[in-house]
């Protein structure tokens, strides 16, 4: 069954709703974003969800330190990279890591295999920012990063193309943020809804 990762969580009852759903991981933002969170409120939300539901912090070039910091305030499951993060900084971390990669083309693709992580999400490459496009890169790319390991399909995704999505990439996990909302940090239910059952009967 393809997994579902919900990011860009703010708050608590978006968290709930998600959880709900049955989604298996709720991602938060401790970087530049239009969905940033801070860890004291990352905590009360992670306090008040299932143990079931992986916590995911999501990371952009931040000192390891600070990852630490974050990590243990809010009892983070799994670390997400999503900047220019190098394979000896990956390293350092014992825990559960995804390390994610713009894709452009081809050559973006040289890089997975220099990291060793849990799992690898696609995102779709952008000049301006780290994540959170809302649009999609050539599939055809990650169907060909499966061979390096575990894939997280993003970039773009909504209710309307994720079906087609799985079909074609076959990825561990589908991520979405922009593709479920109603304006920037603050999830749609009935687009979110749809999403996990659209999802869910891929599987």
Request: glycine share 6%; net charge positive; charged share 30%.
């Amino acid at each position: 069954m393809v997994k579902i990762k919900i990011c860009g969580i703010t708050n608590l009852e978006d968290a709930l709703f998600a959880s709900s759903l049955g989604v298996d991981a709720l991602g938060f933002i401790f970087a530049e974003s239009k969905r940033r969170i801070t860890a004291v409120n990352a905590r009360r939300i992670i306090d008040a969800l299932p143990q079931s539901i992986l916590k995911i912090g999501v990371f952009v070039n931040e000192e390891e330190r600070r990852v630490r910091e974050i990590l243990e305030l809010c009892y983070l499951d799994a670390l997400q990279f999503h900047g220019d993060e190098s394979p000896e900084y990956i390293l350092k971390f014992r825990e559960t890591k995804i390390k994610s990669f713009r894709i452009e083309d081809e050559n973006s693709l040289k890089e997975i295999p220099q990291y060793k992580a849990n799992a690898y999400l696609l995102d779709t490459y952008s000049s301006k920012v780290f994540g959170g496009t809302g649009k999609t890169f050539n599939w055809d790319l990650a169907v060909e990063a499966k061979k390096f390991g575990p894939i997280i399909l993003a970039g773009g995704l909504h209710p309307d193309n994720v079906k087609e999505a799985i079909h074609k990439v076959q990825p561990w996990a589908v991520d979405v943020s922009s593709g479920v909302e109603s304006h920037p940090g603050k999830k749609d239910k009935k687009k979110l809804e749809e999403f996990v059952k659209r999802v869910r009967g891929t599987s």
